[in-house]
């Protein structure tokens, strides 16, 4: 198992990556922008559901996972913002090495036209400068002068034009790096609120574990967890879906399906002695404890029948495989896929997360025909 500062540096990496390679213009910032947000007003308005079930020992266990996923997503948001202000203030830097390249330039023509009004109105270089908003005024009082200038204009008027530009780039240099220190700075106090969330995400199922009254009550809320799943199945299966090509059957993969994700099981299928408290619990699957990949792969061809949010299951995706086979996966922090989406095997189709699991980070996993669970490990390969 992944300590949880890893899997924190992990799911970062994995939020902030995925579009890191993106065209670095504008408008590709502003697509990966609105992503997020949309993302972020997703997870407000499900853990304000969540809210509202507080009595629900799993509801809190679920609120937290949801609300680190949120601070990922806007850690994910500031760093974005940042990759754009960095960008903005890469191009500034250039056009100010560009513009003071330019200045130089027109200095030295200057010098040679200040030269000769020199000579012919003994007129003081600095003088020019200082008067520099009143040049006709100036010029105007010799008409040798007043035709150099009219020659010169152009070069005059250019070179404070690209003196003011400088000035104003360099203001707005310093309005960038400030804005860069700014996100800096509220990325990092998200995830000291991230660390927070984490602690007391541990303290609860710290808690669930060792109060047997709390823990009673969490097991009665996985049943009718468990029951609300089984609803959603039957109502997935009754309409029939046709695949839109031909697959070999799942059932001829058995003991050959690749893993979902790479991990330790850290919940087996069947039924589960509690070591303390000797109750007994159905697992109607198994939970993977993820290693270095975060990424969850469908494990054969088929297609998406439902990629949602489902309380105590996270983000859950259910795949129709043909011939009334199906497989779910749950507690993901992101679906990568949405209804009706085909998939092939080994495709990415969410993220791994802790949403609504007592274990951490895990990846509930299960295999059903029609809506009876199967045990994963006869199907899965032998490790």
Known sequence: MLPENKVFILLILFFYSVTALAPQDA?????????????????????????????????????LGLQKNLLRNEISYFNTVRERTSSELSGIQKRIAKLQTELDKKKDSI??????????????????????????SLLSQNKNLTLLAQ?????????????????????????????????????????QEFLVQEKN????????????????????????????LQNLLKNLLEDKVDLPFTIIPLYEKKSQLPWP???????KFGNIR??????????????????????????????????????????????????SYYSLYGHCSEALVKKEDVVTAGNPIAYVGDIGSMK??????????KTKPLNPLQWLKRR
Do not use: C
């Open 274 to 323: 509690h070591p303390r408290y000797n109750t007994i619990t159905a697992s109607k699957g198994i939970e993977i404890s993820p290693q270095d990949d975060l990424i969850v792969k469908a494990i054969h061809p088929g297609i998406v029948l439902f990629s949602d949010y489902l309380p105590g299951f996270g983000n859950l995706i259910l795949i129709d495989h043909g011939m």
């Open 151 to 191: 020659h010169e204009e152009q070069i005059i008027t250019g070179y404070f034009k690209t003196l003011q530009e400088l000035s104003s780039s360099r203001e707005t240099l310093a309005e960038k790096t400030s804005e860069i220190e700014q996100l800096i700075q509220k990325a990092a106090n998200k995830q």
């Open 360 to 369: 951490g980070t895990t990846l509930h996993f299960e295999i059903r025909f």
């Open 201 to 228: 995400q541990r303290d609860l199922i710290k808690e669930i574990a060792q109060n047997k009254q709390i823990y009673q009550q969490t097991m009665i809320e996985q049943i009718e967890r468990a029951e609300q």
């Open 261 to 267: 994700i790479s991990g330790k099981i850290v919940t």
């Open 27 to 63: 408008s590709e910032y502003e697509k990966r922008l609105n992503k997020i947000a949309t993302q972020i007003n997703s997870l407000k308005s499900k853990i304000e559901k969540e809210t509202k079930r507080e009595s629900s020992v799993l509801s809190r266990l679920s609120k």
């Open 111 to 136: 010098a040679k036209i200040l030269v000769a009004l020199y000579k012919f109105g003994n007129f003081d270089y600095f003088d020019l400068l200082l008067h520099a908003d009143k040049i006709d």
